[in-house]
């Protein structure tokens, strides 16, 4: 399918009404923590947790046309395309019926957020960016105790190795529009989520520019 044929198609699987009125984004590789702070986000601030990761591999299990794609590029650490990680995107938004995400480690690639903001015509309020060594992914990612068999060292390597290679121009992205925070995701989890919710706490009062006293 054409982009302007997929565009047409995507933008009639989510309406006006159920537009999210507020969207956070938390960027980092694996292992940075980004999903262990979108889950506590989610909990204290109200808003849905979205990983586009958990959502394509949901989808890798179902019965679709697209599942044993999916898990095979999953399984080798690649992207899948953005015409097939949007629309699932949009659908699980469009199903949660919530007004407030908070989406892990989306959009990861500048096609994938190209095509997602000209959609949903949606654009993100916060951009957090989990700052994290190579080394320190590498060595969280080993000692998860997950069952998810994508998690071997070489997969982790690759893993991280894209998200430099593709999620890099998204961040320079949205830094440039001067949407984007970066959180030391060295420290603790608990250090971790004492910086990140003050975000938060000054989106829920709509005094976004004042993170610039941070």
Known sequence: MG???MN???SNEISVEKKPKKVAIILGGPGSGKGTQCARI????????????????????????????????????ALVPPDVTVPLVVKAMDESKDTKFVFDGFPRDEETRSLFEEI???????????????EVMEKR?????EDRDDDVLETIR?????FHDSTRPVINYYE?????????ARK?????????????ILQEYDKANCCHIL
């Open 158 to 162: 690759g893993r991280i190795k894209v």
């Open 42 to 77: 989610s909990k204290e601030f109200g808003y849905t947790h979205l990983s586009s990761g958990e959502i394509l591999r949901k989808e890798s299990r179902s019965q679709s046309d697209k599942a044993e794609m999916i898990g095979k590029m999953l399984k080798e650490g």
């Open 176 to 184: 440039q529009k001067g949407k984007l925070w970066k959180v030391d």
């Open 3 to 5: 982009t302007t044929g």
């Open 141 to 145: 990612s080993l000692s998860r105790k």
């Open 8 to 10: 047409a198609k995507v």
């Open 120 to 134: 949903t015509k949606i654009d993100p309020e916060l951009v957090l960016y989990f700052d994290c060594p190579d």
């Open 188 to 200: 603790s989890k608990e250090e971790v989520y004492e910086a990140v919710k003050v975000f938060f």
